[in-house]
Nanobody
Framework: VQLQASGGGLVQAGGSLRLSCAAS????????RRWYRQAPGKEREWVAT???????NYADSVKGRFTISRDISKKMVYLQMNSLEPEDTAVYYC?????????WGQGTLVTVSS
């Protein structure tokens, strides 16, 4: 299984970006798909989760601004980010957690200017 994250870029505060995570290979036994982020000089932190029944969960810092969604047929997961703040600047990573293993994408950089 390989994950490819895309959609990062430079945006002004208050703007929006949509991140995508494409999964390739055979995906079975999915437990959750998640987004994480790592800001400069900080540890990686969890951002959002979507599980097979469609339930979602968000970190308090992004709740109400970010939306995680998926397209099962395309094996895609998305992160719609609205009302972006400079504090959202980070490398964003997608994660796939299955009963067989835990997989990470390479990360996509999001920079929010003030």
């Amino acid at each position: 299984v390989q994950l490819q994250a895309s959609g990062g870029g430079l945006v002004q505060a208050g703007g929006s970006l949509r991140l995508s995570c494409a999964a390739s290979g055979s995906i079975n036994g999915v437990k959750a798909r998640r987004w994480y982020r790592q800001a400069p000089g900080k540890e990686r932190e969890w951002v959002a989760t979507i599980i097979p029944n469609g339930a979602v969960n968000y970190a308090d810092s992004v709740k109400g601004r970010f939306t995680i969604s998926r397209d099962i047929s395309k094996k895609m997961v998305y992160l719609q980010m609205n009302s972006l703040e400079p504090e959202d600047t980070a490398v964003y990573y997608c994660n796939l957690n299955t009963v067989y293993g835990n997989y990470w994408g390479q990360g996509t950089l999001v920079t929010v200017s003030s």
